[in-house]
């Protein structure tokens, strides 16, 4: 009797996909697909989903060869998890800082002559600014602090690049 109550939870749980029991990793960047029925199926984005619309179906395909296709009267929505964007994006370092208010951005320890550049969201350069040595030569010192801000610009949306860096700055 044991044995064939064991086999018969074992073969309950197995008709459970293991999404649910497994807990997703936040940091994982993934495609998620919402059903009407109430289900959620992850795709991890570093399998390169493809999404493609014939029809009436949604399609799902991976680098790897794997696909699904759900109607689209089944699909609530999709959406995209894991993904970091805007200033809460920016790199975490100690030669970027943003103002408290988010209208500037100032960078430090730039390499000397690089260029901090300011465009709008349509990608026109409105500003540029030079990376200068803080001190005199052989004094030791790093690159003067470059300061960019947004604070006389009109409303809307900026990006900020230095060096390996971009960030997005919203003027309200």
Not at 1 to 29: C, G, H, N, R, Y
Not at 80 to 87: K, L, M, P, Q, R
Not at 121 to 126: C, D, K, P
Request: charged share 15%; hydrophobic share 40%; proline share 6%.
């Amino acid at each position: 009797m044991k044995k064939e109550l064991l086999l018969l939870i074992t073969f309950v749980l197995s008709l459970f996909p293991s999404s649910l029991w497994a807990q997703e990793d936040p940091s994982q960047q993934r495609l998620v697909v919402w059903l009407k029925s109430g289900e959620k199926v992850t795709y991890q984005l570093d399998k390169m989903p493809r999404t493609t619309f014939v029809g009436t179906q949604l399609n799902i395909t991976t680098n790897s060869g794997a696909s699904a296709t759900y109607p689209l009267s089944d699909v609530l929505r999709y959406t995209y998890e894991g993904i970091i964007d805007g200033v809460e994006g920016a790199p975490v370092c100690q030669n970027v800082r943003i103002s408290p208010n988010g209208d500037a951005v100032t960078f430090e320890n730039l390499p000397d002559g690089s260029e901090v550049q300011l465009y709008n969201a349509a990608g026109i350069l409105l500003h540029s600014a030079k990376v200068t040595p803080a001190g005199s030569v052989g004094s030791g010192a790093s690159s003067a602090p470059v300061t960019i801000s947004i604070a006389d610009r009109p409303t809307g949306v900026y990006i900020v690049k230095a060096a390996r860096q971009t960030i997005k700055l919203l003027k309200k």
